[in-house]
Structures are given as C-alpha cells and as structure tokens.
Nanobody, 121 residues
Framework: QVQLVESGGGLVQAGGSLRLSCAAS????????MGWYRQAPGKQRELVAA???????NYADSVKDRFSISRDNVKNTVNLQMNSLKPEDTAAYYC???????????????WGQGTQVTVSS
C-alpha cells in the first residue's frame, strides 16, 4: 500500500502565498517523479509542476516565475511554494507520484486525496 498525504491548502487573498506539502509512505521501492496537478470546477485536471528524482523540473506556463517545486528524495516529500497567487489559481490540488513498489515492476501513478486552494480577489 502506498499513501500520498497532502497538506497546506486554504484560503488566501490575491497576491498572497501558500505552501503545499505532500508525503509519500508505504511500500515504496523508488520514486521516478513527483508533482502537483490541479482541477478547477468544470475543467480537466492539469499539470502544475513536476520534478524528477534528479531534480529536473517542469512547470505549466501559467505558473512559471510564481510557483516553485522542491523535493526531498530521502523523506519522499514534495513541496509546492506558490507566490503571487491569482483567483484563477483556485482549484483542488493533487499530489502525484510515479513510483515502483518493488524492483522489476513498472512505475505506476499514485495520487493524493487533494487539497483545496481558494484565492479571493
């Protein structure tokens, strides 16, 4: 069993900051990539930011220069620092990990339960 537990969502005014954290636990052999996705009402889930085990990052154009993703490979945690938040950042944010539970099997997607971020104007 693998669990991804998120924390740090909430309500913030436009221009403010929030920090999301996610911890992966359970039967984990290795984690290829970790990241954050978001889904606003009536919209598809989209990638916000991702980071590989070697530290390569990828950001959605809409959050570049405002959000920063970081990872601790020892603790199996990933953080998302969100600055200069805008009302259009309002969404449920989901932690994602692509990982192996044992040597030899294929990497599989695991998801957290989601944390709500609401940015008021």
């Amino acid at each position: 069993q693998v669990q991804l537990v998120e924390s740090g969502g909430g309500l913030v005014q436009a221009g403010g900051s929030l920090r999301l954290s996610c911890a992966a636990s359970g039967r984990i052999f290795s984690i290829n990539a970790m990241g954050w996705y978001r889904q606003a009402p009536g919209k598809q889930r989209e990638l916000v930011a991702a980071i590989t085990s070697s530290g390569t990052t990828n950001y959605a154009d809409s959050v570049k220069d405002r959000f920063s993703i970081s990872r601790d490979n020892v603790k199996n945690t990933v953080n998302l620092q969100m600055n200069s938040l805008k009302p259009e950042d309002t969404a449920a944010y989901y932690c994602n990990a692509v990982l192996k539970t044992r040597w030899g099997n294929l990497p599989t997607d695991y998801w957290g339960q989601g944390t709500q971020v609401t940015v008021s104007s």
